[in-house]
């Protein structure tokens, strides 16, 4: 089946620090790309999608400059948190679909992001 | 009312039980449906996805029924390892195509 990577798996830093995570599709072309959030015992939240050549589209209430996601190519995009805080703090996934819609997503392992 | 409802559960139920998950759907041109599994600090990962004549995959069935806006899963013969959370997931036409997750249901499988 389809395999999307991520990487990376765990962060630990500082408040104030920059984190870029990384989505990769490795058996196929993602034209479309998804970014989530999952908090402790809640469910997926979506954050942003992104097209492959063009700007994301982010959900209400997801700060876009605080959240850059660049998908400069249909097997890599990149979430990019600016100056991350302990409320930061949170499981992101990414996921990818190699159609624009009417498919499933295939999601990567997670990156599971720890502010102090 | 959300997009896309599930039972949060938990369901406890016994291993080789019989245990059916529900979904309900707001939107009537949703096109495409899926069940995806996700243990606990892990990525959700796609089970199967859910056809109108129904399908089965194995211990799995799952089945749409687009009149209700209604899909099901059937999980038969019960194993430990089925304990996880089951989302229903919606692909709804809007501006394209957009997913919509359910907030899951919550399987515990005891020996």
């Known amino acids: 089946g389809a395999v999307v990577s991520q990487h990376p798996s765990w962060v630990i830093c500082k408040s104030g620090t920059s984190v870029k995570i990384e989505c990769r599709s490795l058996?196929?072309?993602?034209?479309?790309m998804f970014w989530y959030r999952q908090f402790p015992k809640q469910s997926l939240m979506l954050m942003a999608t992104?097209?492959?050549?063009?700007?994301?589209?982010?959900e209400q209430g997801v700060e876009k400059d605080k959240f850059l996601i660049n998908h400069a190519s249909l097997t890599l995009s990149t979430l990019t948190v600016t100056s991350a805080h302990p409320e930061d703090s949170s499981f992101y996934i990414c996921?990818?679909?190699?159609?624009?819609?009417?498919?499933?997503?295939?999601f990567g392992d997670g990156t599971r992001l720890s502010i102090l | 009312r959300k997009e896309v409802e599930q039972d949060p559960g938990p369901f406890n139920v016994p291993e080789g039980a019989t245990v059916a998950f529900n979904c309900t759907y707001s939107?009537?041109?949703?096109?495409?449906f899926f069940w995806y599994r996700q243990d606990c600090r892990k990525e959700p990962k796609l089970l199967m996805s859910?056809?109108?004549s129904g399908n089965e995959d194995g211990r799995f069935t799952a089945q749409l029924n687009r009149a209700s806006q209604y899909i099901s899963l059937l999980i038969r013969d019960s194993k430990l390892s089925d304990s996880a959370t089951y989302l229903c997931?919606?692909?709804?036409?809007?501006?394209?195509?957009?997913?919509?997750f359910g907030a899951g249901t919550r399987l515990f499988v005891k020996a």
């Open positions: 997931v919606v692909n709804n036409p809007t501006g394209g195509f957009k997913t919509i």
């Open positions: 996921s990818a679909s190699d159609q624009r819609g009417n498919q499933p997503q295939h």
């Open positions: 939107n009537s041109a949703s096109q495409s």
């Open positions: 859910v056809y109108s």
């Open positions: 992104s097209n492959e050549g063009s700007k994301a589209t982010y």
């Open positions: 058996d196929f072309q993602a034209t479309t």
